[in-house]
T-cell receptor
């Protein structure tokens, strides 16, 4: 059974709309992350959370807002969607944000913005 | 800035032959780099293959090895004899090992390994 669940697997949206990407982890981890991979670009770090508190934000746009309702949830709300937001979004978790932690990744949500 | 550069595109190797996937890193902000290889097998999520946190040390897993070379800022992935089941996408990644660690990793573009029977 997958230990990190991302929903939906595929998502199509129109420009200007808003979507929420869901992530739940059942590993008992304290830290969660969002990464993004656009076509022909490397996986790019977006956010890290530890004990539901924001640790790092490398996303320039405020259109991307993580939401942590429970320790094992980290959803990603994206508003005013643009075609450039088209990418696969990966949720990940680790025991903590400490020293050389191993990240465990979900299978991703592929977002296409038309 | 910080970046990771690895062998681009696809590498095709015949089964039982040796493999090397190059990875070099560059950093201006990370005081204590930690280095990782992640792998994505077909139909599966990204998972850790191996990691090394100390310069000069070697990591190994599933027959793969990588040595953290601080002088050449490299972390090449090698395997002496590949198998068809090694066909996957391999990602080199750089992380912060010091007090500023927020869990952020910097990834390379990924290298697709195709092993031919």
């Amino acid at each position: 059974d997958p230990k990190i669940i991302q929903k939906p697997k595929y998502l199509v949206a129109v420009t200007g709309s808003e979507k929420i990407l869901i992530c739940e982890q059942y590993l008992g981890h304290n830290a969660m992350y969002w990464y993004r991979q656009s076509a022909k670009k490397p996986l790019e770090f977006m956010f890290s959370y530890s004990y539901q508190k924001l640790m790092d934000n490398q996303t320039a746009s405020s259109r991307f807002q993580p939401q942590s309702s429970k320790k094992n949830h980290l959803d990603l709300q994206i508003t005013a969607l643009k075609p450039d937001d088209s990418a696969t979004y990966f949720c990940a978790s680790s025991q903590d944000t400490g020293f050389a932690e191993t990240l465990y990744f979900g299978s991703g949500t592929r977002l296409t913005v038309l | 800035g910080d970046s990771v550069t690895q062998t681009e595109g696809q590498v095709t190797v015949s089964e039982s032959k040796s493999l090397i996937i190059n990875c070099t890193y560059s950093t201006t902000s990370i005081a204590y780099p930690n280095l990782f290889w992640y792998v994505r097998y077909p139909g599966e999520g990204l998972q850790l293959l191996l990691k090394v946190i100390t310069a000069g040390q070697k990591g190994s897993s599933r027959g793969f090895e990588a040595t953290y070379n601080k002088e050449t800022t490299s972390f090449h992935l090698q395997k002496a004899s590949v198998q068809e089941s090694d066909s996957a996408v391999y990602y080199c990644a750089l992380g912060e090992g010091g007090a500023g660690n927020t869990g952020k990793l910097i990834f390379g573009l990924g290298t697709t390994l195709q092993v031919q029977p």
